[in-house]
């Protein structure tokens, strides 16, 4: 039973450049995060998705990250330029939410970013 | 504004030990309790779950829930050296789909 998918696993790239980190949820779950991961600021929620359809952006740092996710099986974020300050380990974690609130998350193995 | 906090560590126990971790969170509209267990350059691990007061038992580990007091904890016991990571503790609250996580607990397991 394949869990969270993500790719790419490592990305380098220069600043300016345009990123997309790519996730595939478990089949038949219905909602999908995006975090990010740094050593100063622990886990964050960037932005999460609840049957295709962004729930809260709130944690989405500026206008230069935008996610979607056109269908129950694959979400993209993107972050156009990067910058420096974008290097993180970004995580896709998914769950199956349903009445009762009993949300077990699962994570994908992430995506190391470093933008130079 | 929703919290969950948890003491950062290094927590250190010798090998056999039982490991202690806490966690205490803000609103007490609460209802669902998780443990994440990540070692370093890996992603989060759910290892427990617990959604109504008392224990929970899992293998070496058992999960504690009080809702009065707004705590959850985790046991680890015999402890071993492939136990030495971070652990996040993870609430849910009701009528929202995410969970809010803590800044983990470094643990170090001594052979």
């Known amino acids: 039973d394949a869990g969270v998918i993500q790719s790419p696993r490592h990305e380098v790239t220069e600043m300016g450049q345009e990123v997309t980190l790519r996730c595939k949820p478990i089949s038949g779950h219905n909602s999908l995060f995006w975090y990010r991961q740094t050593m100063m600021r622990g886990l964050e929620l960037l932005i999460y998705f609840n049957n295709n359809v962004p729930i809260d952006d709130s944690g989405m740092p500026e206008d230069r990250f935008s996610a979607k996710m056109p269908n129950a099986s694959f979400s993209t974020l993107k972050i156009q330029p990067s910058e420096p300050r974008d290097s993180a380990v970004y995580f896709c974690?998914?769950?199956?939410?349903?009445?009762?609130?009993?949300?077990?998350?699962?994570f994908g193995p992430g995506t190391r970013l470093t933008v130079t | 504004q929703k919290e969950v906090e948890q003491n950062s560590g290094p927590l250190s126990v010798p090998e056999g030990a039982i490991a202690s971790l806490n966690c205490t969170y803000s609103?007490?509209?609460?209802?669902?309790f998780f443990w994440y267990r990540q070692y370093s350059g890996k992603s989060p691990e759910l290892i427990m779950s617990i959604y109504s007061n008392g224990d929970k038992e899992d293998g070496r580990f058992t999960a504690q829930l009080n809702k009065a007091s707004q705590y959850v904890s985790l046991l680890i016991r015999d402890s071993q050296p492939s136990d030495s990571a971070t652990y996040l503790c993870?609430?849910?609250?009701?009528?929202?789909?995410?969970?809010?996580f803590g800044t983990g607990t470094r643990l170090t397991v001594i052979p």
């Open positions: 993870a609430v849910g609250y009701s009528g929202a789909n995410n969970l809010f």
């Open positions: 609103d007490r509209v609460s209802q669902s």
């Open positions: 974690a998914s769950s199956f939410a349903a009445s009762g609130g009993m949300y077990e998350q699962y």
